[in-house]
């Protein structure tokens, strides 16, 4: 069977890439990722300025995923804007960039920035919930639909939006209902569970130093809260707007289990900073030869075809 896909009007060669957040901040990573079987090159969220990010200890293994705070490090926006065209002749396959400002300004500034760049596809990040005293924006609806307004006529590239975890029907109804407001071509369900709290007892200490502890829980704890909100928004949103699955995918099954509630493609986050560039074969792999022990031939034969009991 074959995986390709498309995310609004732009075809992917392969179903799975890597998600904004490990392993794609420094050119020699992003490069990594075009030569790897990655759809596409995703790039780490950007600000206005270069960060250092949070206190070290941030990021923790755990036995089924990691508990991170980061804080958004990252070479500021023009360093990507500057490497972008030398990442398209590395891999020659499509560029996403993230964007993650601190104000709609910001995020005003570096997606009209990207707009006139070599990136094919322009993520905003609305649910950072590493930034002491910085809300997630996709938990505040009112802002979410200010920042909406602002960013999505700035240009014809395809905008797509980074999504933290809902739990509740009204929320993925109330921001669905924004959503369909506004020229969005793409969501990406889900960011990081927000703070989070790991405890080592022996030492009876929290595992990571920022925030007193409060982390993003990612891998596969997550996989249940991401597949819910594909499968959620899928319903809720016409057609024309793809969504991007992320949570927990490290298996050829797990990916099935995302194309089955909805999803377009699929991102990796964890298993990709456990793996490396590998992972992005084997899944696809893996992905291949369940839907060919099903007898399916294309994503389009299985995306959204949950069955419910
Ligand atoms: O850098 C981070 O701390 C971070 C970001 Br920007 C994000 O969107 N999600 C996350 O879990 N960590």
Redesign the pocket.
Same mark, same amino acid.
């Given at each position: 069977p074959c995986l390709n896909t498309h995310i609004g009007q732009l075809p992917l060669d392969s179903y799975i890439f890597n998600a904004?957040?490990p392993l794609c901040t420094s050119e020699e990573e992003l490069i990594r990722l075009a030569g790897s079987a990655s759809a596409a090159v995703m790039t780490?969220?950007c600000t206005i300025l270069p960060r250092e990010? *949070?206190a070290e200890p941030?990021y923790q293994a755990l036995p089924l995923g990691s508990i991170?705070?980061?804080?958004?490090?990252?070479l500021g926006y023009q360093a990507y804007l500057e490497m972008l065209p030398r990442l398209k002749k590395a891999g020659n396959k499509p560029i996403v960039v993230?964007v993650?400002g601190f104000s709609v300004a910001d995020n005003v500034t570096m997606v009209k920035a990207f707009q006139s760049s070599c990136a094919d596809l322009i993520e905003v990040?609305f649910?950072?919930?590493?930034?002491e005293g910085k809300p997630q924006l996709g938990y505040d609806f009112e802002q979410t639909e200010q920042a909406l307004e602002a960013i999505c006529q700035l240009g014809d590239k395809p905008i797509g939006l980074?999504l933290p975890p809902y739990f509740d029907f009204s929320h993925f109804i109330t921001m669905a209902d924004i959503i369909k407001k506004f020229p969005v071509s793409f969501i990406t369900c889900i *960011?990081?569970v927000?703070n989070t709290l790991v405890i080592d007892a022996e030492t009876e200490t929290a595992i990571i130093k920022p925030k007193g502890g409060f982390?993003?829980l990612?891998g596969d704890y997550i996989k249940p809260i991401g597949l819910a909100n594909v499968r959620a928004f899928r319903q809720l949103l016409p057609d024309n707007i793809d969504i991007i699955g992320v949570g927990g995918i490290k298996t050829g099954t797990d990916a099935f289990e995302y194309l089955l509630a909805g999803a377009s493609a699929v991102q990796v986050a964890t298993c990709f900073e456990k793996e490396g560039v590998e992972c992005f074969d084997r899944i696809a792999q893996e992905l291949q030869s369940l839907m060919a022990a099903k007898q399916y031939s294309s994503i389009a034969a299985v995306k959204g075809k949950l069955k419910v009991i």
């Amino acid at each position: 069977p074959c995986l390709n896909t498309h995310i609004g009007q732009l075809p992917l060669d392969s179903y799975i890439f890597n998600a904004s957040g490990p392993l794609c901040t420094s050119e020699e990573e992003l490069i990594r990722l075009a030569g790897s079987a990655s759809a596409a090159v995703m790039t780490k969220s950007c600000t206005i300025l270069p960060r250092e990010g *949070n206190a070290e200890p941030r990021y923790q293994a755990l036995p089924l995923g990691s508990i991170q705070s980061m804080g958004l490090p990252n070479l500021g926006y023009q360093a990507y804007l500057e490497m972008l065209p030398r990442l398209k002749k590395a891999g020659n396959k499509p560029i996403v960039v993230s964007v993650s400002g601190f104000s709609v300004a910001d995020n005003v500034t570096m997606v009209k920035a990207f707009q006139s760049s070599c990136a094919d596809l322009i993520e905003v990040n609305f649910s950072c919930p590493n930034i002491e005293g910085k809300p997630q924006l996709g938990y505040d609806f009112e802002q979410t639909e200010q920042a909406l307004e602002a960013i999505c006529q700035l240009g014809d590239k395809p905008i797509g939006l980074k999504l933290p975890p809902y739990f509740d029907f009204s929320h993925f109804i109330t921001m669905a209902d924004i959503i369909k407001k506004f020229p969005v071509s793409f969501i990406t369900c889900i *960011n990081s569970v927000g703070n989070t709290l790991v405890i080592d007892a022996e030492t009876e200490t929290a595992i990571i130093k920022p925030k007193g502890g409060f982390g993003g829980l990612c891998g596969d704890y997550i996989k249940p809260i991401g597949l819910a909100n594909v499968r959620a928004f899928r319903q809720l949103l016409p057609d024309n707007i793809d969504i991007i699955g992320v949570g927990g995918i490290k298996t050829g099954t797990d990916a099935f289990e995302y194309l089955l509630a909805g999803a377009s493609a699929v991102q990796v986050a964890t298993c990709f900073e456990k793996e490396g560039v590998e992972c992005f074969d084997r899944i696809a792999q893996e992905l291949q030869s369940l839907m060919a022990a099903k007898q399916y031939s294309s994503i389009a034969a299985v995306k959204g075809k949950l069955k419910v009991i």
